[in-house]
T-cell receptor
Framework: GDSVTQMEGPVTLSEEAFLTINCTYT??????LFWYVQYPGEGLQLLLK?????DKGSNKGFEATYRKETTSFHLEKGSVQVSDSAVYFC???????????FGEGTQLTVNP | DTEVTQTPKHLVMGMTNKKSLKCEQH?????MYWYKQKAKKPPELMFV???????INESVPSRFSPECPNSSLLNLHLHALQPEDSALYLC???????????????FGSGTRLTVV
């Protein structure tokens, strides 16, 4: 079946450091890929998305590129802030109205 | 309106109580979902409604009973829960049937349920 593998956390960085959270997937066909963010005590927010190979999703300084050759969708940010501290989930879906498959999540803590 | 609204935000209930969680969206989405999330874990799918019909039940115990009265509303009726059912319950919605849907799911902020 479909699956998503994220780098294990937690990840602790200093403010203004460079962030990479690795995500790889296993799926047949052409899934859409997502990064969701969950701040403490809240639900999930869609951070960015990509629907086909070589698409780059971006939002709030975060970027991720859909790499079909390496089945990856790594999340990057050039300079993290304390307010970026949250849990980040990589996810995929084959067709709307079906299952959204999540990775295990990566806890990010950014220290001042 | 681009939100999924869940009520209540917090709920404490005894093991003999009956309560309901409510979810509402006005984005015209025709798929709605219930997820359960334990601390430090990804959400786990419970139920999927597509065009107001139950399309997926992930073998959820019968003490959880979903209902979709119309295309904008989704309820989760709770009865005789156990302490291990304490979790964050998330509702989500999406379009249906579009390949490569760029929108993904829209999640609500959740109901934090504690069973005592």
């Amino acid at each position: 079946g479909d699956s998503v593998t994220q780098m294990e956390g937690p990840v602790t960085l200093s403010e203004e450091a460079f962030l990479t959270i690795n995500c790889t997937y296993t799926a047949t066909g052409y899934p859409s890929l997502f990064w969701y963010v969950q701040y403490p005590g809240e639900g999930l927010q869609l951070l960015l998305k990509a629907t086909k190979a070589d698409d780059k999703g971006s939002n709030k300084g975060f970027e991720a590129t859909y790499r079909k050759e390496t089945t990856s969708f790594h999340l990057e940010k050039g300079s993290v802030q304390v307010s970026d501290s949250a849990v980040y989930f990589c996810a995929l879906i084959k067709t709307s109205g079906s299952r959204l498959t999540f990775g295990e999540g990566t806890q990010l803590t950014v220290n001042p | 309106d681009t939100e999924v609204t869940q009520t209540p935000k917090h709920l404490v209930m005894g093991m003999t109580n009956k309560k309901s969680l409510k979810c509402e969206q006005h984005m015209g989405h025709r798929a709605m979902y219930w997820y359960k999330q334990k601390a430090k874990k990804p959400p786990e799918l419970m139920f999927v409604y597509s065009y107001e019909k139950l399309s997926i039940n992930e073998s959820v115990p019968s003490r959880f009973s979903p209902e979709c009265p119309n295309s904008s509303l989704l309820n989760l009726h709770l009865h005789a829960l156990q302490p291990e059912d304490s979790a964050l319950y998330l509702c989500a919605s999406s379009q249906v049937g579009l390949k490569r849907d760029g929108g993904g799911y829209t999640f609500g902020s959740g109901t934090r349920l504690t069973v005592v």
